[in-house]
C-alpha cells in the first residue's frame, strides 16, 4: 500500500543491478526505524531474525542518513542522558532494548559502525560520562577500547564493562 517512488526513495525498496522488479531490502530481518534529534525517522537499521550474512543492514548514507552522524535512541534518552549526565552505549538495537527493558533510559547505540566523534559530541551535549558496555567477547572489547580512546579525544569519561565471555548486553 506504500506508493512504490517513495519505498524506493526510503531505501526501503531497491531495484537489482540487472533491473527488473524492485525487492525488499530488509527483507527476512527486523526493522529499527533510526530518528535524528527533531524525532524523524532518518533511515532504517535491519538484523537478520534467523541465520544469514551480512547480520545487520542499514539504510545507504544520504543527505538525511549518516549512520557516523546519529545514535540509535538519542531521540528518546537525551533527556534522560542529560538528567543523569552519563550516557550508557552499547552496539546495537537489540542491546538498547534489553536495557531499556531493565530500566536504564540513558541508553544509546551505535547504527553498526564503530563509535565516532560525531556521535561523541552528540553524548557531549549532556554529558561527560560515557558508559561503554559492548559484547563479552573479544571483538566487543576491542570496540571498546577503541571507542574510549574516542570518548577520551572528545573530552568524554569512558568507562569500560566487562562482560562474561559470549554475553551480550
Same mark, same amino acid.
Given at each position: 500500500?506504500?506508493?512504490?517512488?517513495?519505498?524506493?526513495?526510503?531505501?526501503?525498496?531497491?531495484?537489482?543491478?540487472?533491473?527488473?522488479?524492485?525487492?525488499?531490502?530488509?527483507?527476512?530481518?527486523?526493522?529499527?526505524?533510526?530518528?535524528? $534529534?527533531?524525532?524523524?525517522? *532518518? !533511515? @532504517?537499521?535491519?538484523? /537478520?531474525?534467523?541465520? %544469514?550474512?551480512?547480520?545487520?543492514?542499514?539504510?545507504?548514507?544520504?543527505?538525511?542518513?549518516?549512520?557516523?552522524?546519529?545514535?540509535?535512541?538519542?531521540?528518546?534518552?537525551?533527556?534522560?542522558?542529560?538528567?543523569?549526565?552519563?550516557?550508557?552505549?552499547?552496539?546495537?538495537?537489540?542491546?538498547? $532494548?534489553?536495557?531499556?527493558? *531493565? !530500566? @536504564?533510559?540513558?541508553? /544509546?547505540?551505535?547504527? %553498526?559502525?564503530?563509535?565516532?566523534?560525531?556521535?561523541?559530541?552528540?553524548?557531549?551535549?549532556?554529558?561527560?560520562?560515557?558508559?561503554?558496555?559492548?559484547?563479552?567477547?573479544?571483538?566487543?572489547?576491542?570496540?571498546?577500547?577503541?571507542?574510549?580512546?574516542?570518548?577520551?579525544?572528545?573530552?568524554?569519561?569512558?568507562?569500560?564493562?566487562?562482560?562474561?565471555?559470549?554475553?551480550?548486553?
Amino acid at each position: 500500500g506504500v506508493d512504490r517512488d517513495l519505498a524506493l526513495s526510503a531505501d526501503l525498496v531497491r531495484t537489482s543491478d540487472r533491473g527488473g522488479e524492485p525487492f525488499a531490502y530488509f527483507r527476512n530481518r527486523i526493522i529499527f526505524p533510526v530518528k535524528n $534529534i527533531s524525532r524523524q525517522v *532518518a !533511515g @532504517f537499521g535491519g538484523r /537478520v531474525v534467523d541465520q %544469514g550474512e551480512p547480520k545487520y543492514l542499514n539504510s545507504t548514507d544520504s543527505a538525511y542518513y549518516n549512520k557516523g552522524n546519529l545514535l540509535y535512541g538519542f531521540e528518546a534518552s537525551r533527556m534522560a542522558i542529560a538528567r543523569e549526565k552519563s550516557a550508557i552505549l552499547v552496539e546495537g538495537y537489540l542491546d538498547l $532494548i534489553a536495557l531499556a527493558q *531493565a !530500566g @536504564f533510559t540513558n541508553v /544509546v547505540a551505535t547504527c %553498526g559502525t564503530a563509535f565516532t566523534p560525531d556521535q561523541a559530541r552528540l553524548i557531549r551535549r549532556g554529558a561527560r560520562e560515557v558508559v561503554l558496555v559492548f559484547d563479552g567477547d573479544k571483538a566487543g572489547l576491542k570496540a571498546a577500547v577503541r571507542s574510549a580512546d574516542v570518548a577520551l579525544r572528545l573530552g568524554l569519561e569512558p568507562r569500560i564493562v566487562g562482560l562474561p565471555g559470549g554475553k551480550d548486553p
